[in-house]
């Protein structure tokens, strides 16, 4: 299994392989890029592609025509990049169907950060950011340690960024999502949510519909988005304190290739 922390800078890895087009014979780019991060084997036969990880075989594309609720229950790898995760300035999120990233494959994170909370425990270790110390996996310790100079020299600029880190909420904690039964991604450490006084949460502020609501600021999405870390800040069911390290999701190679026209 691959160290996730050793990839190249998630920009570079995009700029590398944006342009390159799977041939025939090369596994479709969302399946070659969970490979590429997490490990596992991409297999075709006569049923098509599919990963295999250690515990499971987990099809490209099952050829299910799925509700958004099947496919949160049952993934195959196409459905993680359903939706594609945008990065730039901040904005309101009006679309109800855009979580990008809650969809996901957990024997992936099982296979990579540790299969139960002993595991992930055991690799813990603490990097500073925002003059703050998160226990997270080691095998985010090199990303989070960029996002963590990122943000110093973003404070050398503008002091008033250190607020957002006087009560974090935390990092490793092997619990449920509130109100689901599915784990949360703090359960492999992989996840950060910074000062909980100045945080957004859907839940926190029941509407129908849903209304975003934000008090973030660029300069601390951007230092995190750019080592490969996606925001809830970008979810209509919005959590503004939370990052969790995604870089699959920020990396434009793994997207299905658009097929414009003429091509």
């Known amino acids: 299994m691959s160290d996730v922390a050793t990839n190249a800078p998630v920009a570079a890895s995009a700029r590398a392989l944006e342009s390159a087009a799977p041939g025939a014979d ?11 991060y997490y490990g596992g084997q991409a297999r075709r036969d006569d ?47 009006s679309d109800a169907d855009y979580d990008p990233g809650r969809i996901r494959i957990d024997e992936l994170f099982f296979a990579t950060y540790g299969a139960n909370a002993r595991e992930v425990e055991r690799s813990l270790v603490t990097v500073k950011v925002g003059g703050k110390w998160f226990a997270v996996h080691k095998k985010i310790r090199e990303p989070l340690e960029r996002v963590g100079k990122r943000i110093d020299e973003a404070m050398k600029r503008d002091p008033s960024l250190a607020k957002f880190f006087e009560s ?23 996840a950060i949510d910074l ?23 660029q300069a ?15 979810w209509y069911h919005y959590d503004t304190m939370h990052f969790e390290y ?18």
């Not at 599919?50 to 515990?55: A, E």
């Not at 601390?220 to 970008?234: K, N, Q, T, Y």
């Open 47 to 93: 049923r098509g592609w599919s990963l295999v990880l250690p515990s499971a075989t987990i099809p490209y594309d099952d050829g299910r025509q799925k509700t958004l609720l099947e496919r949160f229950e049952h993934p195959d790898v196409k459905d993680v990049f359903e939706l594609r995760y945008a990065t730039g300035p901040i904005a309101p999120i």
């Open 195 to 217: 000062d909980t006084k100045r945080a957004s949460y859907w839940r926190n502020a029941p509407q129908n519909p849903i209304v975003w609501k934000n008090a973030y600021p």
């Open 168 to 190: 974090p909420g935390g990092t490793f904690n092997w619990r449920k999502i509130a109100g689901s039964d599915e784990l949360s991604m703090h359960a492999w450490a992989i």
């Open 246 to 263: 995604r870089p699959e999701l920020l990396d434009a190679s793994c997207y299905p290739q658009r097929v414009t026209a003429g091509s």
């Open 26 to 36: 090369d596994p479709p780019a969302p399946l070659a890029c969970i490979v590429r």
């Open 220 to 234: 601390i999405v951007d230092a995190f988005e750019a080592e490969g870390f996606v925001w809830g800040g970008r």
